[in-house]
């Protein structure tokens, strides 16, 4: 049991564990110490200085982020004194900042931003000493605008301790400081793996996706292409909270009313190949737990767990789901099924994805992943930029009338709709491989162990007919670590994976917590997303993939059966070896079945 | 033993091996041979004479004279006059007038007790002037509780710059059951002027391996750590010869002494960023990682390297441990003021008559160690400012000659002691140009982790440029103390916390200086 201590901050009495430090204290009790660096999701950088307290006795403040409290502290928050360092530390950051406020992808959102402006900070206050550097552009996922970088470590952090990708690193001393990949190669040529939490965190807007959005307004605009779009599960709960609605209101038909008036030309849904690949990847599972296998089935839909794996895992890339990702399964069926449904030729059809996450627009651009006959998805736009589209097209999103989707590739159940968020995936997967297993329907299917936001979860589903079904649930990097490391370890010593199922997902929260969700982003937050979500499920009428009535349909028109060989040519997949120090591939490792 | 009439001390450091000092030894000595001398005159290769002369150095017992600038053409000279003759040569000496003779009382020194004495390379040297009594005290006749009372009651201050109580320190350590501890020395000297440590561990490298000998005894370490600059390579060849000579003689390793105490010191050259003397940035240096400094606490000594308890002290500081041992803390209590005892060593520089370094007893006055130790100021020259501490320290002006010089009394006038380094500048000198050349080399050395030191630095120079460009007005003098006291108070470690002392100290003791150049 932790100790708890007496403190005093501005006056009020609290009484805390001494774990906390002077800023959680203060963030329980509603006193908010301006802060800068400081993200209570991340250990602390300590960076900025902005949060500087006076503790009596102390004659130098100390920084809130990192003091821990200590008994009978008295610490007072606001003072003549601690005004004016802030202003002077907030005016000195500025002027090593590339104030473009009004056209900054983070405007608005921005930290610095809303800070100097709590404040009161003059941003011409002292003479700029930024030194403008080259903007990073090489990946296909993420920017990285060094002019805006306040240099505030949280990317590091993000990179390394919580993602443990290990691509961005602090480089150069003094003014001359900057965040930077190993020998300043870019991104592109980095370890990264562009799950994107690192945009996520960013308090300015240093660092973004790379925008689409000119692209596709003009595949829009143009009267010769027919643009067709999916949307992920994570995209109708993540919405709201830009447009002064409750966070995590699921707002889906406000979501297809909106890319109507936008003008596209379909609107699908990626919670329908969401469903197909509990299909795909189901059979695929069972298949392996008839066939006795000791290595465990392990989940694909998440780009930057698949890039991880293929950096630091790639001697278990058998071990993964061929299955592609439900964007890549729409990507391939949008330009071969539905191209024949609806009698297009699939040449003229342009494929945009919208994601939270800034990993799918590497993934869309894998040279492997042609197996239309074309890229199969063309564009991905990140949750980011659609609500930045919908601003631009004067959209009115709390007001828009509700719409439904465009029929034949946008019907889902509950358990699509979960696979945004962490354990979801896991929760549909068994909803449904139960019944291929068994042949009978699985009555209690909130599977409340898979949910939720501990790092790695685990579970023991009894099976009849099969036995104890093992499986394990990890969301963010370094929780994927501990998961894969496991398995690699009880391969080699006992031959054995300590599961048979497991699903990773890169970013924290699954989904919801994307790299390409709204800035301004916190645990706290992707969990009420989630919950959404699951709220969702549960009003749905249908919850279990198997009994999605465009899925079986796709699969009597188009597909034959799961695992059939046009199923293997269109949805599945392999996978590359990557080198761990610049990220390119190496070999390919697993093949495509033909 | 061999008698001879006279011992010449050649002074081997890094400036008198620039000046061929080794090829000047073989000439020296063929033509003491040539006269048939070579039973006479002993020739002795050591560590720093104690005085900075130019070029190549000498010292001739006993008959204590000091010669300077010496150059191989001067030899022939130098042994008939001097040598064969018994006749001193003038124009030779460190100081030709005869005025001026450095104070060289080696009983008044701790530290440089054994430099330019015996030489650094052979231990017997150091054992025959009772080198390793301490560590044979500390190991077999005291407990490791002991040592740190004793240290603690000599009162021991560190002598890297904040002044922070050595046994204190220690005693913090020495409590923890850990499986591992360590002690790090810093040696990695990077305040502008001083070599003080350089100088401790050229002349004396067996009494700095002492110390943390006695250092790992009291506080349970079984390894230490030399951190040291890579520039200082004469010191990390003795240093090395020195830990292996202990190897040898079983003053290191296992089972010393057969007491059950092991030990190994090895050294760690660092790669001169001026932020790895902070003793945080100095650990994350030293497990391989960038030189940043990390958050205090935990302090190093509960959680330092690699996780463990680690002591980090300076190279001085640990030079006055063996001392402090062998003769009791009585003894070392004797020296310096009751505040702050024992002795400082100085390295003073700038316009002086003769720059160099000394040992001074702690509470000595600015004014004698310029006059007694240094010559007092260089011919034709007034004493304008001197600058005492390095980059971090404060810029004093003559009316500040009279304080006393120790941690104590030089806080209460906001002013440190530091590193022990003096710039001393003459009348002619520009304060702003000073400050100009000190702010420039914070901007250099921030490490660039912080926001607050990295952009501040920056602001500084960018200031302080314009100011000497003649460009600037008073509030931009203004300016400079606004950012200098927000990095002080706001900073992540002493490096952004120090631009302030040197600012606020130039524009309080010359503040009419900056207003003439802002008016122009």
């Known amino acids: 049991m932790a100790k708890t201590v007496n403190v005093w901050i501005d006056g009020v009495h609290l009484e805390v564990p001494d774990s906390m430090t002077i800023i959680e204290a203060a963030d329980k009790q509603g006193i908010n110490i301006p802060r800068l660096c400081y993200h209570p999701d991340l250990p602390p950088t300590a960076n900025c200085g902005v949060c500087v307290v006076e503790i009596t006795g102390n004659p130098v403040p100390k920084r809130a982020c990192c003091t821990p409290v200590a008994e009978g502290m008295k610490i007072t928050t606001n003072t003549n004194k601690l005004r004016a360092y802030r202003k002077t530390l907030v005016e000195m950051i500025l002027s090593n900042h590339e104030v473009v406020c009004p056209t900054c992808a983070a405007n608005n959102k921005c930290e610095l931003q809303s800070l100097a402006n709590n404040l009161g900070v003059d941003p011409d206050a002292l003479p700029s000493i930024l030194q403008k550097k080259k903007v990073d552009d090489s990946s296909f996922s993420i920017i990285r605008d060094v002019n805006k970088c306040i240099a505030c470590g949280r990317c590091v952090t993000v990179c390394n301790e919580v993602q443990t990708v290990y691509a961005l690193t602090f480089s150069d001393r003094g003014i001359d400081a900057h965040i930077d990949t190993a020998f300043g190669l870019g991104m592109a040529n980095s370890p990264c793996v562009n799950c994107g939490q690192c945009t996520v965190y960013c308090p300015t807007g240093a660092l973004r996706e790379k925008s689409e959005i000119d692209a596709v307004w003009e595949a829009i605009l143009d009267p010769d292409k027919h643009v067709i779009v999916q949307e992920a599960p994570a995209i109708r709960v993540s919405l709201a909270e830009e447009f002064g609605m409750e966070l995590g209101t699921v707002t889906a038909k406000k979501m297809y009313a909106a890319l109507r008036k936008i003008g596209f030309d379909s609107i699908m849904d990626t919670n329908f190949t969401a469903d197909l690949t509990i299909m795909e990847e189901g059979t695929e599972c069972v298949a392996k737990l008839k066939s006795g296998s000791k290595r465990p089935l392990i989940t694909s839909c998440s780009p930057g767990w698949i890039k991880f794996m293929e950096t630091y895992y790639p001697d278990l890339a058998d071990c993964v789901s061929t299955a592609k990702s439900p964007m890549s399964m729409f990507g391939a069926l949008s330009k071969t099924y539905y191209a024949q449904e609806q009698k297009i030729d699939p040449a003229k059809i342009v494929s945009v994805a919208i994601m939270p996450c800034t990993a799918k627009k590497f993934e869309a651009r894998r040279p492997e992943l042609k197996d239309s006959g074309f890229q199969d998805t063309d564009y991905v736009l990140t949750t980011r930029e659609f609500i930045r589209m919908i601003k631009e097209a004067g959209i009115d999103f709390k007001h828009v009338k509700e719409e439904e989707a465009d029929a034949g590739m946008s019907f889902y159940t509950g358990a699509g709709t979960i696979f945004g968020a962490t354990g979801g995936v896991m929760e549909a997967a068994i909803r449904s491989a139960y019944t291929l297993v068994t042949g009978q329907e699985l009555e209690a299917i909130d599977i409340q162990a898979v949910r939720g936001l501990e790092g790695v979860k685990e579970a023991t589903i009894p099976v009849p007919g099969f036995g104890d079904l093992k499986v394990a649930v990890a969301h963010g990097l370094s929780n994927a670590r501990i998961v894969m490391d496991k398995i690699r370890e009880g391969l080699a010593t006992k031959g054995e994976s300590p599961w048979h199922f497991v699903e990773i997902m890169a970013c924290p929260g699954g989904c919801v917590g994307g790299g390409g969700q709204p800035y301004g982003n916190n645990m706290a937050m992707r969990a009420r997303r989630g919950q959404g979500l699951y709220q969702e499920d549960k009003n749905l009428p249908i919850r279990k993939s198997h009994h999605n009535p465009e899925v079986k349909r796709i699969y009597e028109r188009f597909i034959g059966e799961p695992n059939s060989p046009l199923a293997h040519k269109l949805l599945h997949t392999h996978y590359f070896k990557r080198s761990v120090s610049n990220g390119q591939v190496v070999e390919e490792v697993t093949h495509k079945h033909h | ?520």
Not at chain 2, 115 to 137: C, F, M, N, T
Not at chain 2, 337 to 350: A, M, N, S
């Open chain 2, 1 to 520: 033993m061999k008698y001879f009439r006279s011992h010449i001390l050649v002074g081997i450091n890094e400036t008198s091996v620039a000046a061929g000092v080794h090829d000047f030894v073989a000439e020296l000595r063929q033509e003491i041979n040539k006269h048939s001398l070579q039973e006479e005159i002993n020739i002795l290769e050591t560590g720093p004479l104690g005085f900075f002369g130019k070029g190549i150095c000498l010292t001739v017992f006993p008959e204590n004279v000091n010669y300077e600038n010496v150059k191989s053409e001067d030899i022939p000279e130098l042994v008939s006059e001097h040598f064969l003759k018994g006749r001193l040569v003038k124009r030779l000496m460190l100081d030709s007038s005869g005025k001026f003779s450095p104070k060289f009382n080696y009983d008044q020194r701790i530290v440089l007790r054994n430099s330019g004495i015996i030489d650094p390379e052979s231990i017997d040297e150091y054992l025959g002037v009772g080198g390793y009594e301490a560590w044979e005290k500390a190991l077999l006749n005291m407990t490791p509780e002991g040592i740190v009372a004793e240290v603690k009651k000599s009162g021991l201050r560190g002598r890297g710059g904040a002044g922070f109580p050595a046994g204190l320190k220690w005693s913090f350590t020495a409590p923890l059951k850990a499986e591992q501890k360590y002690v790090v020395v810093n040696a990695d000297e990077g305040e502008p002027g001083t070599f003080k440590d350089r100088l401790i561990m050229e002349g004396d490298p067996h009494q700095l391996l002492e110390g943390i000998m006695i250092c790992a005894r009291a506080v349970g370490a079984t390894k230490a750590w030399i951190y040291i600059r890579g520039e200082y390579k004469l010191c990390i060849n003795r240093l090395n010869h020195a830990i292996e000579q202990c190897k040898e003689y079983g003053l290191l390793g296992r089972n010393i002494f057969e007491s059950g105490f092991d030990l190994d010191i090895e050294i760690k050259i660092g790669a001169g960023a001026y932020v790895c003397g902070e003793e945080t940035a100095l650990i994350e240096s030293l497990e391989g990682n960038r030189g940043n400094p990390r958050w205090k606490p935990p302090f190093p000594g509960v959680e330092g390297l690699w996780k463990y308890p680690t002591v980090v002290n300076n190279v001085e500081t640990l030079a006055n441990v063996p001392y402090i041992i062998k003769n009791g803390a009585e003894e070392f209590l004797k020296y310096g003021t009751p505040e702050c005892p024992g002795t400082k060593v100085y390295t003073i520089l700038g316009d002086v008559a003769h720059p160099g370094l000394c040992e001074v007893d702690m509470g000595a006055t600015l004014r004698t160690v310029i006059n007694e130790y240094a010559g007092g100021m260089k011919k034709g020259f007034k004493f304008k400012a001197a600058l005492v501490g390095g980059a971090a320290g404060v810029i004093l002006p003559e009316k500040m000659l009279d304080v006393k010089m120790d941690f104590h009394s030089l806080n209460q006038y906001a002013a440190v002691l530091g590193s022990g380094a003096i710039l001393v500048m003459n009348e002619h000198q520009s304060i702003v140009d000073m400050l100009w050349s000190i702010l420039r080399f914070f901007r250099h050395e921030s490490c660039g982790k912080c926001s607050p030191c990295r952009n501040g630095t920056q602001q500084l120079y960018s200031l302080i440029s314009k100011i000497k460009a003649g460009e600037g007005t008073m509030d931009d003098v203004e300016l400079m103390l606004t950012i200098a006291q927000t990095m002080q108070q706001t900073s992540f470690c002493a490096l952004g916390q120090s631009p302030i002392m040197a600012i606020r100290s130039a524009i309080e003791n010359f503040r009419e200086e900056f207003v003439d150049i802002t008016s122009k």
